[in-house]
């Protein structure tokens, strides 16, 4: 198994509307990143792990855990012209987008907020805290991951 951390704005698809799904899942799409689409496409597995990540918000932080429901597909609002994430260059037949589906796990009893979670030496390495860190979709080591849920 992996670990990953996804971002999510909670105004345009937050926590609460993953867990509000009748099947508790949900395709992660609108991912535009290279990097992240290769993570996504080449190494995400199902069953692997997910921070859910609040960002662009009052508090960013880690809110809640998901899975890998879905190994990577190809991103259909990419064909998609009345999509805001159409893009002409992406076909069907040879797609440059991918998305996979993420089940809900749970809610944490806290957030643990993006401000805590740059104070911990042991998350040097964790792309998240780095500067400039823009990306969607982005590894977490097991250490990494087992230390965070320790903080909750």
């Known amino acids: 198994m992996r670990y990953w951390l996804f971002k999510s704005e909670p105004g345009e ?10 099947d508790r899942s949900e395709h992660w799409d609108g ?10 496409r080449d190494e ?5 792990a997910l921070f859910f990540y609040h960002s662009n918000c009052d508090e960013p932080g880690i809110v809640g855990i998901a899975r890998v ?8 609002t990419a064909f998609d012209p009345g ?5 002409p260059r992406s076909r069907p037949e040879q797609p440059t987008w991918y998305m996979v589906d993420v089940e809900f796990v749970r809610k944490l009893r806290r957030t643990i907020t993006l401000a805590e979670l ?5 998350l040097d390495g964790l792309a998240l805290v780095r500067r400039g860190n823009r990306l969607s979709v ?3 080591s ?6 965070i849920l320790g903080l909750e």
């Not at 991912?31 to 996504?40: E, G, K, P, S």
């Not at 429901?69 to 259909?76: I, K, L, S, V």
């Not at 999509?83 to 893009?87: A, I, T, V």
């Not at 097991?142 to 230390?147: D, K, M, N, S």
């Open 13 to 22: 698809f937050g926590i609460d509307d993953l867990a509000r799904r009748p």
């Open 31 to 40: 991912v535009r990143n290279y990097q992240a689409r290769n993570l996504m």
């Open 44 to 48: 995400m597995r199902v069953g692997d």
């Open 69 to 76: 429901a879905r190994e990577a597909y190809p991103d259909p």
């Open 83 to 87: 999509n805001k994430h159409y893009d």
């Open 118 to 122: 740059k104070t911990r030496p042991e």
């Open 138 to 140: 982005m590894p977490v």
């Open 142 to 147: 097991e250490a990494q991951w087992h230390f």
